[in-house]
Structures are given as C-alpha cells and as structure tokens.
C-alpha cells in the first residue's frame, strides 16, 4: 500500500472483469476507498448468476481489496439507468464519507460492419458506453458543485475510458468508434464546465488483451489489463491537478498525448463560394494538411 491516494474515495464502474478488476485493486493499493461497480453480465449477456456463478466478479474483487487491507463495496448497478447511477454515488458517499474519483469503465461490444449492424446492437452500445459514462458524472458533478458552492470544494478527479477505434476509427467498430469519440468529446467540454468547482475530467484510451478483445484478432502481443493503471492512479491523486481535458492512450509501457480535432489550413474567400470553385481550393487545402491517421484495420 502506498499513500497517493489516502484518505480518497472512488468508483469504478465494469470493476468485476479487466481492465476495471485492475483499475479498483490499484486505486485500493493506493489508498483510495473503492466502490466496486459491475452489472455482473458475461460477453453472452448472460447474468452471472444464470450461469450458476456463485460469487459475482466484483464481491470477488471487494474480497481481493480486503484481503490486503483495503476498503471496498460492492456495487451492482447498471451505469446507464440514471437512478441507479445517481444511488451508486450517494452510496459511496454514504458508506466511505464522500467521493473524490469517478473512473468511468464500463461497457461492452457488438462488432459488425456498419452495413451489418442492428437497430438493437448500435442502441445498446451507444447507451452502455455512452449514456454509461454521462449518468455516473451527471450525479457525481452535481455532488462536487454543491460541496464546492458550501465550501468543501474536493480535488474530485474523473477518468473516461475511450479508446483508438473512437480516436482513430476501427474497421468493423462502427457503433463502438462512435461512442467511443463521443466520450472523447464529453471529456474536453466536461473539463471545461467543471474546472471550477475544483475537478478535474480526463479520459484514457487504453490497449489491452481483454475477454473484450480475445477471439476478436491475434491478443497474444497486447499489454496486461493492470498496465494501463498506473497511469489512471496518478490521474485520480491530488497532484495530478493541472491535467485536465486530455486524451491519453495507453498500450503496455507506451504513454501517448493524443491530440484530436484541430483547426487546420483554411482559406476564407471574403464571398459565399460558387460550387465549380470548391473542388480546387479545397484539393489545396487537403494537401497543405497532414494525412488522417489509418483507420485500424484499414
């Protein structure tokens, strides 16, 4: 145990299985108090229990954290319904005091073409990654601003999860990519609005051999689940205060600042433009600009 983050309390929301498991056992090796989030569904959809688990994956991991010496408790919501969300911060602040650190997980796919995907499968992608991470920070931002306006401002801290396939585009990940970027884009305005009531939003886009990822393409080369947090432990500590608004992807011992959309080479023609004069003027703005980075896959 070290003392990082001491004294603090988090949730981490898909902690059962992962990427998640490994996020909670490091903030609890920290310090921190944790909320254990997971719906407790297989990659079926299945609940746990249907198929005949006797413990769920986050009481095993509630049960990992105490075994070393740690506090943690077990949270089964679904992140998306907005009710359930708002109850999974008040009980982490009714059980551990308060709350400090929102790491946003959870979440799931369903891999098609575009051309292949299903109404049912882009609603349930877009609502678990998507609507998963606005309704958690919903609750937990109104919670800081009111702790703020009383005077009690914390050093709250959130973690996004996106990902390169909502960075860069993913072949065969169309829904996925999307609320992947939308994360991505929530990060940047959420850390705007919240700043002043002293938190920080972050997001990380991490790389890692997963049952999210195994069957789908060749894991045997990708980094451990635990890799990516050490990275999301210093992001979620008091020092990392000025880091706000950023993207940072992850893959083994690599750290990069991922840096989006920007205004690029532009040309202002003083006019409305005529529709003949656009194909030549744009061709030279396209080639006075860097080339997109591939899509994965392409």
């Known amino acids: 145990m070290t003392n990082l983050l001491e004294g603090r309390v988090a949730i981490v929301t898909g902690a059962g299985r992962g990427i998640g498991r490994a996020h909670a056992l490091e903030l609890a090796r920290h310090g921190a108090a944790v909320v254990v989030n997971?719906?407790?569904?297989?990659?079926?959809?299945?609940?746990?229990?249907?198929?005949?688990?006797?413990?769920?994956?986050?009481?095993?991991?509630?049960?990992?954290?105490?075994?070393?010496?740690?506090?943690?408790?077990?949270?089964?919501?679904?992140?998306?319904?907005?009710?359930?969300?708002?109850?999974?911060?008040?009980?982490?602040?009714?059980?551990?005091?308060?709350?400090?650190?929102?790491?946003?997980?959870?979440?799931?796919?369903?891999?098609?073409?575009?051309?292949?995907?299903?109404?049912e499968e882009w609603d349930a992608v877009i609502r678990v990654h998507l609507k998963g991470h606005f309704a958690p920070l919903r609750h937990a931002g109104a919670y800081w601003r009111a702790e703020a306006k009383e005077g009690r401002q914390r050093a709250a801290r959130v973690i996004n999860t996106s990902s390169g396939a909502g960075l860069q585009g993913s072949v065969g990940q169309t829904t996925y990519s999307a609320a992947k970027a939308g994360i991505a884009g929530m990060t940047l305005v959420a850390a705007q609005e919240m700043g002043r009531y002293g938190v920080t939003v972050n997001a990380i886009a991490p790389v890692a051999r997963t049952r999210m990822t195994e069957g789908a393409f060749d894991t045997s080369a990708m980094a451990l689940p635990e890799d990516n947090s050490p990275i999301v432990a210093w992001l979620a500590s008091v020092e990392a205060g000025d880091v706000t608004g950023r993207v940072i992807e992850i893959d083994g011992g690599q750290v990069t600042v991922e840096i989006g959309w920007r205004h690029g080479p532009a040309l202002d023609l003083g006019r409305r433009w005529e529709a003949a004069e656009v194909g030549p003027a744009l061709r030279d703005l396209l080639a006075a600009g860097p080339d997109p980075e591939p899509v994965y896959g392409a």
């Open 38 to 119: 997971d719906f407790g569904v297989s990659l079926s959809g299945q609940s746990d229990a249907a198929e005949g688990t006797s413990e769920t994956p986050a009481e095993s991991v509630v049960a990992e954290i105490e075994a070393a010496g740690g506090r943690a408790v077990v949270n089964g919501a679904d992140v998306a319904d907005f009710e359930q969300a708002a109850a999974m911060v008040q009980q982490a602040i009714d059980t551990f005091g308060g709350l400090d650190i929102l790491v946003n997980n959870a979440g799931f796919v369903r891999d098609r073409m575009l051309v292949n995907t299903a109404e």
